[in-house]
């Protein structure tokens, strides 16, 4: 199976520029990206080029609201970046030994039993084996240590 790991969504993105606002509806965060890279946008799926500006809010990556539409911090180039392009491998800025992947229903709802803390080298397997799955629409890659969102997963067409 091929898989696509992929950035927020453009429109969601230029939402967030627009209107500076996060998923509580509070004023996005403006911060001078630090001497170094290491804030990883979640739109271009790179970190933002040392001494470049950022985003830093609360988001939330689901249509719709219900208990298990979790929200968390991310960050996003500023001004705006362009999008990263559906990749079969993971994000290049991920660096830690393992991370959180967690299935969803096509209802926006954890599919209980799919939450896993994953090593770095087994991510594309795991995410490959909950998407087999009929009931697992998509599956979101997570910091295993801090909960932020990173990026989502789909089955490529």
């Not at 946008?41 to 609360?58: K, S």
């Amino acid at each position: 199976m091929r898989l696509e790991f992929c950035g927020l969504p453009s429109a969601d993105v230029e939402m967030i520029h627009r209107t500076g606002v996060d998923s509580y509806g509070d004023p996005v965060e403006r911060h001078a990206s630090a001497e170094q890279d290491g804030m990883p946008c979640r739109h271009c799926l790179q970190n933002v080029p040392e001494r470049l500006p950022f985003l830093a809010l609360a988001h939330r990556p689901f249509q719709g609201r219900n208990p298990f539409t979790e929200t968390g911090p991310i960050y996003l180039c500023d001004p705006g970046c362009t999008r990263a392009e559906p990749s079969p491998e993971p994000p290049a800025f991920m660096s830690a030994t393992q991370y959180l992947l967690r299935g969803y229903g096509p209802d926006e709802r954890i599919v209980y039993g799919t939450g896993a803390v994953t090593p770095r080298a087994n991510l594309t397997s795991y995410a490959a084996s909950l998407l087999e799955r009929d009931d697992i629409a998509f599956v979101d890659l997570r910091s295993a240590s801090n909960n932020c969102f990173l990026c989502r997963i789909y089955r490529a067409d």
